[in-house]
T-cell receptor
Framework: AQSVSQHNHHVILSEAASLELGCNYS??????LFWYVQYPGQHLQLLLKYFSGDPLVKGIKGFEAEFIKSKFSFNLRKPSVQWSDTAEYFCAVNERTGGFKTIFGAGTRLFVKA | NAGVTQTPKFQVLKTGQSMTLQCAQDMNHEYMSWYRQDPGMGLRLIHY???????DQGEVPNGYNVSRSTTEDFPLRLLSAAPSQTSVYFC??????????????FGPGTRLTVT
């Protein structure tokens, strides 16, 4: 069965620290990859996505993610976090062909100390 | 556009009661999904639909029914509520862009408690 694993459930960082959140997936075919974010009290919104081309994708608010096909990974990075990045982050995957059905990881709660 | 709307925002049910969670979208999206969000488990797909009249099961369909009679609406029915269905429920819609990436647009959620 398809699955998505996020390595850290809780991360606490100080402002200006660098961030990397891990995501691995198990899918046999060609995939689309996503990171969604849920800020406190808000609903989920797309942070960035990869569907083809350059494996390094850039999203909103200075976030980026790198697709490494050989490792089945799509890690999220940000060089310098801000207090406003406190949120829960979800990695998600669907298959490119007939692939609307999307599977999410368990999420990573990030808390950034001011 | 209102995007994806969900009603109610909060609901408390007693074990065995039934209810319908409403979801509507005004973006003419073909695809719609229902997820439940539980602490430490992320979002789990309950049911999804790829168009009016077409629905399919997700990861955790037991105890839930759906139907899709129009493009806009995708209600989720709990036939006999159980405490294990206490959760936050999210509806999402999507479309097939040229890249077939199916980015999803989420509603604000319904927080359901079953006592």
């Amino acid at each position: 069965a398809q699955s998505v694993s996020q390595h850290n459930h809780h991360v606490i960082l100080s402002e200006a620290a660098s961030l990397e959140l891990g995501c691995n997936y198990s899918y046999g075919g060609t995939v689309n990859l996503f990171w969604y974010v849920q800020y406190p009290g808000q609903h989920l919104q797309l942070l960035l996505k990869y569907f083809s081309g350059d494996p390094l994708v850039k999203g909103i608010k200075g976030f980026e993610a790198e697709f490494i096909k050989s490792k089945f990974s799509f890690n999220l990075r940000k060089p310098s976090v801000q207090w406003s990045d406190t949120a829960e982050y979800f990695c998600a995957v669907n298959e490119r062909t007939g692939g609307f059905k999307t599977i999410f990881g368990a999420g990573t709660r990030l808390f950034v100390k001011a | 556009n209102a995007g994806v709307t969900q009603t109610p925002k909060f609901q408390v049910l007693k074990t065995g009661q039934s209810m319908t969670l409403q979801c509507a979208q005004d973006m003419n999206h073909e695809y719609m999904s229902w997820y439940r969000q539980d602490p430490g488990m992320g979002l789990r797909l309950i049911h999804y639909s790829v168009g009016a009249g077409i629905t399919d099961q997700g990861e955790v369909p037991n105890g839930y029914n759906v139907s899709r009679s129009t493009t806009e609406d995708f209600p989720l029915r709990l036939l006999s509520a159980a405490p294990s269905q206490t959760s936050v429920y999210f509806c999402a819609s999507s479309y097939d862009d040229r890249a077939a990436s199916y980015e999803q647009y989420f509603g604000p959620g319904t927080r359901l408690t079953v006592t």
